[in-house]
């Protein structure tokens, strides 16, 4: 089977502008991040949240004691190897 030549894609360049120079622009020309600024804090509803996310976290660290290699580390650990 003969290999087939595939036709060579040349890309010309579009802008005289450095990609560095591009993000730079970009990132002066940033808007910025419209805030909310108001009197009603909503602490009722960060506190929702927050016990959901705390358990979640204990219960990742506790996957995590619970793993071979991490039992090995805090061993070597309280015997002054690592």
Not at 34 to 51: F, L, R, T
Not at 55 to 66: D, H, Y
Request: glycine residues 2%; contains cysteine; positive net charge.
């Amino acid at each position: 089977v003969a290999a087939q030549s595939v036709p060579k894609i040349v890309l010309k360049c579009t802008t005289k502008v450095s990609l560095n120079e591009d993000f730079i622009n970009m990132l002066k020309n940033k808007q910025p991040m419209p805030v909310n600024i108001h009197s009603g804090y909503d602490a009722a509803k960060q506190q929702q949240q927050q016990p959901l996310s705390t358990a979640r976290n204990r219960r990742l660290a506790q996957k995590v004691e619970k793993r071979s290699s991490v039992q090995a580390t805090l061993k070597l650990k309280q015997i002054g190897i690592a």
